[in-house]
T-cell receptor, first 117, second 117 residues
C-alpha cells in the first residue's frame, strides 16, 4: 500500500450533477496529481497541485477544478457531469518538490470509480 | 509532443510461457523517465520499474526484465515463466522532468495480459 487514500470508492451520479472526490496524500508529500482513466484506456493527467496552487493542467475543460489544503490533501470537483465523465479517478502524491534532475516519485491511491447515468 | 504507444491490446499465454510487452515512446526531451505499472482488476496502479534516459542498462528483477533502447525509443518488458497471478493490464508511461516543474505521467493505452492455467 502507498499510504494514499481516496474517497469515496464508488459513486453514481446523474448527468448535470456535480461531484467532489477526495484524496489524502502520503505523509511528507506536498504535491498531488489527478488522473482520469476511462474504461479500456490509460490514465490521463487532469492537473497537479503543489503547495495549494495548480501546477500544470492537462486537456480538460474548466468544469474540472481542484483544491489542495494546507495539510496537502486534495479535492477534485467536476461540475455539469456528462456521461463521458464516467471513469476511474486516480490521485497520486509526490514528496518534496525541489527543482533539479531527481524524479519525484508518484504514489497512486486506489481510485474512485465514478458512474454517470 | 510526448506519446507512448503500446501496440499490443491483448495478449493471451499459457502458464510458464515467456511474454514480452512492447512499448514505444516519443519525446524531444533529453532528460526523461520511463515506467511500467501493473493494474490488477482491483484498479490500483502498482509501480514496477522506473528508468531514466541516461541509463540504458537492462534490468532483471526475478521473473521480470526490461530492455531499454534509446536508438529505437523502446522500453520493452518481459515476464519469464508467466503465472496466472501475472494476469493484469500493464501500462508503460513517460515523464519528462521539466526542471522540476511537473512530474506528470503520460500513459500508453495498456496491454491486457491473460495467463491461462
Amino acid at each position: 500500500e502507498t499510504g494514499v487514500t481516496q474517497s469515496p470508492t464508488h459513486l453514481i451520479k446523474t448527468r448535470g450533477q456535480q461531484v467532489t472526490l477526495r484524496c489524502s496524500s502520503q505523509s511528507g508529500h506536498n504535491t498531488v496529481s489527478w488522473y482520469q482513466q476511462a474504461l479500456g484506456q490509460g490514465p490521463q493527467f487532469i492537473f497537479q497541485y503543489y503547495r495549494e496552487e495548480e501546477n500544470g493542467r492537462g486537456n480538460f475543460p474548466p468544469r474540472f477544478s481542484g483544491l489542495q489544503f494546507p495539510n496537502y490533501s486534495s479535492e477534485l470537483n467536476v461540475n455539469a457531469l456528462e456521461l463521458d465523465d464516467s471513469a476511474l479517478y486516480l490521485c497520486a502524491s509526490s514528496p518534496l518538490f525541489p527543482v533539479g534532475l531527481a524524479y519525484n516519485e508518484q504514489f497512486f491511491g486506489p481510485g474512485t470509480r465514478l458512474t454517470v447515468l | 509532443a510526448q506519446k507512448v504507444t503500446q501496440a499490443q491490446t491483448e495478449i493471451s499465454v499459457v502458464e510458464k510461457e515467456d511474454v514480452t510487452l512492447d512499448c514505444v515512446y516519443e519525446t524531444r526531451d533529453t532528460t526523461y523517465y520511463l515506467f511500467w505499472y501493473k493494474q490488477p482488476p482491483s484498479g490500483e496502479l502498482v509501480f514496477l520499474i522506473r528508468r531514466n534516459s541516461f541509463d540504458e542498462q537492462n534490468e532483471i528483477s526475478g521473473r521480470y526484465s526490461w530492455n531499454f533502447q534509446k536508438s529505437t525509443s523502446s522500453f520493452n518488458f518481459t515476464i519469464t515463466a508467466s503465472q496466472v497471478v501475472d494476469s493484469a493490464v500493464y501500462f508503460c508511461a513517460l515523464s519528462a522532468n521539466y526542471g522540476g516543474a511537473t512530474n506528470k505521467l503520460i500513459f500508453g493505452t495498456g496491454t491486457l495480459l491473460a495467463v491461462q492455467p
